[in-house]
């Protein structure tokens, strides 16, 4: 199994701001992605992380936007730039152990953006 | 068309009671089927997988139909702690990101 620890688990910003959040595994895992859920939306999967190189983004979503890292297997930030209130959301980190077999979720980071 | 497609409800329902949901999906090329549990507030939880050949785990029971693209959800003698939103997932393509449903609510009712 796997434990995903994000922070911070939620935060009040001001427009034009950034706020990084960061998702630790307690476990080294295969893949790690980034998915949003807008207020009375449906989760949507913002990016891949991948290890070493740059994310693979979903239609919609752009790097200047939602830089994301992930320096080692265990670790990776999503960086929520210049917001806007239509930023405010949840952000769930997601990860896949080494067996993929089990896809597991972090607690979220609450967003909200005034 | 949207990926995944649900009933968002509410299902009312006393408890007890038995309630089915119902989801269809778009990529024919997906592999894996999940029905995932959403509390208010909270992360998604697995609840459980779904298999061609269908498979139960207690009081519930997952359905797939890959030739109509349907997935379902039966919940039997429903309880007051079932209260929650049920997302149906559906991977993409053969990886591991996934496609979520909005999600069907669900309150049983003492």
């Known amino acids: 199994s796997a434990v995903i620890s994000q922070k911070p688990s939620r935060d009040i910003c001001q427009r034009g701001t950034s706020l990084t959040i960061q998702c630790q595994v307690d476990s080294q895992v295969t893949m790690m992605f980034w998915y949003r859920q807008q207020p009375g939306q449906s989760l949507t999967l913002i990016a891949t992380a991948n290890q070493g190189s740059e994310a693979t983004y979903e239609s919609g979503f752009v790097i200047d936007k939602f830089p994301i890292s992930r320096p080692n297997l265990t670790f990776s930030t999503l960086t929520v730039s210049n917001m806007s209130p239509e930023d405010s959301s949840i952000y769930l980190c997601?990860?896949?152990?080494?067996?993929?077999?089990?896809?597991?979720f972090g607690e979220g980071s609450w967003l909200t953006v005034v | 068309r949207k990926e995944v497609e649900q009933d968002p409800g509410p299902f009312n329902v006393p408890e007890g009671a038995t309630v089915a949901f119902n989801c269809t999906y778009s990529?024919?090329?997906?592999?894996?089927f999940f029905w995932y549990r959403q509390d208010c507030r909270k992360e998604p939880k697995l609840l459980m997988s779904?298999?061609?050949s269908g498979n139960e785990d207690g009081r519930f029971t997952a359905q797939l139909n890959r030739a109509s693209q349907y997935i379902s959800l039966l919940i039997r003698d429903s309880k007051l702690s079932d209260s929650a939103t049920y997302l149906c997932?559906?991977?993409?393509?053969?990886?591991?990101?996934?496609?979520f449903g909005k999600g069907t609510s669900l309150l049983v009712t003492p």
């Open positions: 779904v298999y061609s």
């Open positions: 990529n024919s090329a997906s592999q894996s």
């Open positions: 997601s990860a896949v152990t080494g067996d993929g077999n089990t896809i597991y």
């Open positions: 997932v559906v991977n993409r393509d053969s990886g591991y990101a996934l496609n």
